[in-house]
């Protein structure tokens, strides 16, 4: 039984604990019942509610003044772990908070005044020079001035007015002067000012610098040109490789001008050229795709989906919708979508289905073991991280002990809150999982074996009695160790690390197997989600299934990116586009 | 005509006149009568903007550029297909980055063969914007001098005339010739010489070559320019090693390049050799950041190395790899210490090393030598040295309310942040005896 005064304390700690998992207070509410009497929830201002599963986002009078959110946690497929998208930006919002925000949100940036006026209206030559005479940079006025029309999205008569001006003063117009107008021009689509534009430029310039040619790509291709673009296109390549956007403007106006094998061209050599497409690029495929309805199309449309499966694209939320209405709109199958979350048993709500598994094949499983060993353990320099020697004396005592269920990264785990006895909390969690029988190996530092206030011998024996330890030197790094003792325990084992493990997996030497290990770390990554001394421990669930676009012989499913949501590259989407077939 | 104009103005007089009348009669305000005749008023609305714009008469000559632009356009030349395909690939380059310039971005207004083929191996845009970038400010740079010199030159000669025009300057009685800078560079060099025979080494590994890009490579040659002189002006100077250094290499390439026909001359050690090979092993301390060791205090007997690289790409544990391989002694300058670190990593440059290194030697005192660390990196130094400080807070715990925290000492790779709201519990950590403070 805790007293008023204890909870008081424990309400941050808590917070701290799985703050970045939860909202603040949540975890507050979320004290075992059983063991906060009614009149500590008066003491602390906390009015909890006993059931553990509520979501009725009923108003809680919470002591800390934190906006209030609900969780919906439970088996709905949609709880919250390390992995999924927002997380990050959850946890950074928490320690913003628990900073106390002496930082301060990022303080509005100062948008410098100009000093000269922005006219709304062409002026005559006079009021020009009227205006460059008040205007204090001199040199550079006109095109200082063209550069806060565009900005401004102001009148293309205007910039007409000055290019006017700028020829009675000079006789010429500078090419720099020329482009800022071009810009212009394409922003506020004024298409046969851009046509002008080009013959003017070709007549005087012998080539064009890339900016020019792409600002002509995306002006000519909302035009009937559209097929000059091309050959700006080319030019471009002469000098360097094309962006996606450039690739983009073309594929989109030859798709709106039904020539889709030549927008099937532009991709090909897109994806040839490793540029990753935009999003409306895509969306302009599944967008047009509705007006034709023959196989071929049909066919070009599934190897663009699978282009998003082995790239590991992730559509966003429009792009979706475009897809699904393009699935609807295929003659004889009648395709179904809805919108939908997964369950963790990997079984989709709507047409339960069962999705992929997170497991990887043995031959990848293999490949990725190849390339821990070599690119994070040894790397370059074996010195670097460790020695060979002590690679060695692990690999022997991994060898003669194997196979593991939970590999525990015991710094990570002792140091899961900022207070309490370090030993003391490993000892706590290696006891847990030791109760239920799991073949344990704990991988610290030798200093923890030193006997210090933090970290007590008789803690550190109880733990050695529970499992195997190894400690590495104070100097060596212990992850590359974890994730090699958990590999070549086999696909079964786990490791407990709340660590996101992103250091170790940018040493991996290409994106593919970089993708392997991300997938390999969502699958047997445990997570402490709650810990709070002498009650019951809880992990984070590891989702069976994979997030990736996948297909059955009659089902698509397809995880989207929602809008709003901020997702980091080391997170995944939660909500799916379900696609199923009823013949 | 006249008649009849005057004959209106009368009427609509006399008209107005018996309408005033009449509304007086009428106890109308004054206000809604009409008096005045219709005159146009301007009301700002968008339609009239626009019906402006179809009268403004300006409106007719907003394209007259175009047609002055294309009365001047030249015949652009046909680009004429060279042979070679090289050249082409370079014309093509060239022209690039004219349009460029043109185009108002920073690349050089001149540019040599070699630096074009430069331009056209980088793989990607963004890195040829960056190095054109590079060139353009260079060469702004070598421009400034020159006309700085020019300035200087013509100031000189101003001088020179006037005293020309002041006739008769009496000869100075002096006992000493003017000292001159090669009289300084004498002495300095003998004091260098000295330092070779008796002097405490000091080592720059040389062997990270590989591990550089070209451009780091020349600043690292730059700061090893820096290191010589400053070590030759000192008073009790180090005798340079420069160990590990590949004479095929680009590192000898860049060093010859700068130094010269100086290179023959400069006093110190160039070997090919390791420094494990000269010197003995127990002797040897490697001075990296990434070291779990505090150098306390700077040891005569000891010889320091310094690994020469810029890693502008933070390459964490490189040289300590290289002093694990060796089984070497490995320290780390006691920053944390004395400074209260702000930002920034705690790898110093070469230059800014040898200085710190000759101060502390010269004067024992690290709150001398650190003065050398960039100010920007730091917020000045702590009030007591750290072990003063440690013993004061054990012996009474007044000063728990002083908010002198220990720093917490923290590898490079990790960002010291300021923390705020600290509660008083964690000044107990000083307690603790720590593992990595003990002295090796």
New interface residues.
């Given amino acids: 039984m805790m007293s008023a005064q204890s909870l008081r304390g424990v309400v941050p700690r808590l917070q701290r604990v799985f703050g970045s998992l939860l909202p603040p207070h949540q975890g507050a509410a979320r004290l075992s019942p059983c063991c906060v009497g009614p009149e500590l929830c008066i003491a602390s201002k906390v009015s909890m509610s006993t059931e553990r599963n509520q979501n009725d986002g009923s108003k809680r009078k919470v002591s800390t003044a934190k906006p209030e959110r609900t969780a919906h946690r439970g088996n709905t497929g949609s709880s919250f772990s390390l992995f999924t998208a927002g997380a990050a930006r959850k946890r950074a919002e928490f320690t913003k908070g628990q900073m106390g925000d002496t930082l301060g949100d990022d303080a509005p940036a100062v948008t410098k005044v100009s000093k000269t006026a922005i006219p709304i209206k062409p002026l005559s030559i006079d009021e020009w020079k009227k205006l460059k005479a008040e205007g204090y940079n001199k040199t550079r006025f006109e095109v200082s001035m063209m550069e806060k029309l565009l900005s401004t999205r102001a009148d293309v008569d205007v910039a007409k007015s000055l290019l006017v001006f700028v020829t009675m003063e000079t006789g010429t117009v500078e090419y720099e002067l020329l482009l800022k107008y071009l810009a212009l021009c394409v922003q506020k689509q004024q298409l046969s000012e851009v046509l002008d534009l080009y013959v003017i430029l070709n007549s005087r310039f012998k080539v064009l610098d890339v900016g020019a040619y792409s600002l002509f790509i995306s002006g000519f291709s909302k035009t009937d040109h559209w097929r000059q673009a091309v050959m700006f296109l080319d030019s471009i390549k002469k000098m360097i490789t094309p962006s996606p956007r450039n690739y983009g403007d073309i594929i989109i106006s030859a798709l709106w001008h039904k020539e889709v094998e030549t927008a099937w061209r532009l991709f090909k050599e897109m994806e040839g050229k490793n540029l990753k497409p935009n999003e409306d690029t895509l969306l302009a495929f599944f967008d047009c795709g509705k007006s034709f309805c023959d196989d071929q199309y049909e066919n070009k449309m599934m190897y663009i989906l699978s282009y998003l499966r082995d790239n590991q694209i992730y559509p966003g939320e429009q792009l979706m919708h475009s897809i699904h209405s393009w699935f609807e709109s295929i003659p004889g199958n009648s395709w179904e979508g809805h919108v939908t979350t997964i369950l963790h048993s990997g079984e989709c709500q709507v047409c339960n289905t069962v999705l992929e598994s997170i497991q990887l094949s043995e031959e990848e499983y293999n490949l990725l073991r190849k390339h821990v060993m070599n690119d994070i353990i040894q790397g370059t320099d074996v010195f670097k991280k460790t020695t060979p020697q002590e690679l060695q004396h692990f690999q022997t005592f991994v060898q003669n002990r194997l196979p593991f269920d939970v590999v525990i990264d015991g710094l990570n785990v002792a140091n899961i809150t900022a207070k309490g006895n370090q030993s003391r909390i490993l000892l706590d969690v290696v006891s847990h999982l030791a109760r239920q029988n799991l073949r344990l190996l704990v991988l610290g530092r030798k200093h923890m074996l030193r006997g210090t206030a933090s970290w007590n011998k008789g803690h550190m024996a109880v733990i050695q009695k529970c499992a195997d330890c190894f400690f590495t030197e104070n100097i060596s790094e212990d992850d590359p160790f974890l994730l090699y003792a958990t590999m070549h325990s086999g696909n079964h084992c786990k490791f407990l690390s709340r660590d996101l493990m992103r250091d170790h997996k940018a040493c991996l030497s290409d994106k593919n197997t970089r993708r392997l290990f991300f997938k390999w770390q969502r699958g047997h990554q445990l997570v402490l989600s709650r810990y709070n001394p002498g009650h019951k421990m809880k992990f984070e669930i590891i989702p069976k299934y994979d997030t990736i676009v996948q297909t059955t012989n009659n089902t698509w499913h397809i995880p989207y990116d929602e809008e709003g949501v901020e997702r980091c590259s080391y997170e995944i989407p939660r909500k799916w586009l379900c696609l199923q077939r009823h013949n | 005509m006249w008649l009849r104009v005057t004959h209106l103005l009368q009427s609509t007089g006399r008209h107005y006149i018996r309408q005033l009348k009449s509304r007086v009669k009428n106890k109308v305000p004054l206000t809604s009568c009409q008096i005045m005749p219709h005159h146009r008023t301007l009301v700002l609305t968008s339609c009239v903007?626009n019906e402006e714009?179809k009268v403004?008469p300006?409106?007719l000559?907003?394209?007259?550029?175009?047609t002055?632009?294309?009365e001047?356009?030249?015949?652009?030349?046909k680009?004429v297909p060279s042979e070679d395909l090289e050249d082409s690939f370079l014309a093509?380059?060239r022209?690039?980055v004219q349009?460029?310039r043109?185009?108002?971005k920073t690349v050089p207004e001149n540019i040599t063969e070699e630096q074009l083929s430069t331009v056209q191996e980088l793989p990607?845009?963004s890195a040829?914007k960056k190095y054109l970038k590079y060139l353009a400010i260079k060469e702004g740079k070598k421009k400034a001098t020159k006309e700085k010199r020019k300035l200087k030159q013509e100031g000189a000669k101003d001088l020179q005339k006037e005293k020309e025009n002041e006739e008769g300057i009496a000869l100075k009685n002096t006992y000493l010739l003017q000292f001159w800078q090669r009289s300084f560079d004498a002495l300095y060099n003998w004091r260098t010489v000295q330092s070779m025979m008796f002097g405490q080494p000091l080592v720059f590994d040389m062997s990270y070559e590989s591990y550089m890009a070209h451009r780091e490579m020349e600043n690292t040659v730059s700061q090893i320019l820096e290191c010589e002189g400053y070590n030759r002006r000192s008073l009790d100077p180090f005798h340079l090693h420069f160990c590990n250094l590949n004479p095929e290499g680009s590192y000898q390439k860049e060093l010859l390049k700068r130094y010269g026909d100086a290179w023959n001359r400069l006093l110190i050690t160039i070997t090919e050799k390791s420094y494990v090979d000269i010197f003995p092993k127990d002797k040897l301390v490697y001075l990296t950041a990434d070291s779990?060791y505090v150098l306390k205090t700077f040891q005569h007997d000891k010889i320091y190395i310094i690994g020469s690289i810029v890693d502008k790409s933070i390459q964490?544990?490189?040289s300590?790899?290289?002093a694990?391989?060796l089984k070497l002694a490995t320290a780390r300058l006691p920053l944390d210490e004395y400074l209260r670190w702000d930002s920034g990593a705690k790898n110093l440059t070469l230059n800014q090393m040898i200085s710190i290194l000759l101060t502390v030697k010269e004067t024992g005192s690290w709150l001398e030598a650190l003065k050398f660390v960039p100010k920007r990196k730091h917020e000045g130094f702590f009030p007591l040295p750290m072990e003063q400080r440690y013993y004061s807070r054990t012996r009474n715990d007044e000063n728990k309310k002083t908010n002198i925290n220990k720093p917490q000492t923290k590898a490079r790779w990790q960002k010291s942040s300021l923390r705020?709201?600290q509660p008083v519990e964690r000044s107990s950590d000083s307690?603790?005896?720590r593992?990595?403070t003990e002295e090796h």
């Fill in positions: 903007k714009k403004n300006e409106q000559d907003l394209d007259i550029w175009k002055i632009m294309r001047n356009a030249t015949e652009a030349p680009p093509a380059t022209e690039m349009m460029w043109l185009a108002g990607s845009k040829k779990p964490t544990g490189l300590h790899a290289n694990k391989r705020l709201n307690h603790k005896k593992w990595w």
